[in-house]
């Protein structure tokens, strides 16, 4: 009896230092809905639009469609409608003061050439209501041909001009007007309406132009 009880004992403890040898598995925390790899953490570049010109129609004060415009003598008045674009061409010169009531100074110490420009011997120029200061006539002749990319230039003189001459969202050439800053580059798109798209991915648009630095 006492080695029947014995050997039943001795079963008792081994069958459960077998389970006390067996530890319970922890389970694996899943991720949360939130945690995302490092490395999918990114920040776009921020893209800056420059525009220099009128936000409402001169004709019906209503908002303006940026490719929709009139130009004379070298500045454009933006308006909301083509029906607008007739109006504005039969008198001109009134919708021009009346797009820009106003002159502001430009604040920039250096002109669009990379020059510093010395107030006693600026030349002067009044556009789309901004006072210009250039260090000379050269310069003058330079701004009348692209008055927005040297008004970027003398207000970011760190950044560099990309210089392409086709809009790099659909191919067509550029329209002098519409430039925006991406990664301390100016660059040039054909239609106001092409920035949008530009936003979408600005890193692969402006990677067809090769930009270095």
């Avoid at 308006?79 to 430009?106: E, F, H, N, Q």
């Avoid at 230039?153 to 990309?162: E, Q, R, V, W």
């Avoid at 430039?179 to 991915?201: C, P, Q, T």
Wanted: charged share 25%; net charge positive; proline share 8%.
């Amino acid at each position: 009896m006492n080695r029947v009880f014995s050997m039943t004992l001795a079963a008792a403890v081994f069958s459960a230092g077998a389970f006390a040898q067996t530890p319970t598995p922890t389970p694996t925390p899943k991720p949360q809905e939130g945690d995302k790899p490092a490395a999918t953490q990114t920040t776009k570049e921020k893209v800056t639009v420059v525009f220099l010109g009128n936000e409402t129609c001169p004709v019906d004060a209503k908002a303006i469609d940026r490719d929709k415009w009139a130009e004379i003598d070298g500045q454009r008045i933006f308006v909301c409608s083509d029906g607008c674009i007739a109006t504005v061409k039969k008198d001109a010169k009134a919708m021009l003061a009346k797009a820009y009531p106003s002159a502001r100074p430009l604040d920039a110490k250096e002109c669009g050439c990379g020059m510093a420009v010395d107030a006693a011997k600026a030349t002067p120029i009044t556009w789309q209501g901004y006072k210009v200061a250039l260090c000379g006539d050269a310069c003058v002749t330079e701004f009348k041909k692209s008055p927005v990319t040297m008004i970027a230039l003398m207000t970011h003189p760190d950044a560099k001009d990309a210089k392409n001459t086709a809009d790099p969202i659909d191919g067509k050439p550029i329209d002098p007007w519409v430039v925006v800053l991406y990664k301390n580059h100016l660059i040039h798109l054909g239609k106001f309406s092409n920035i949008a798209a530009f936003e979408k991915d600005p890193a692969a648009v402006a990677a067809k132009l090769k930009l270095s630095g």
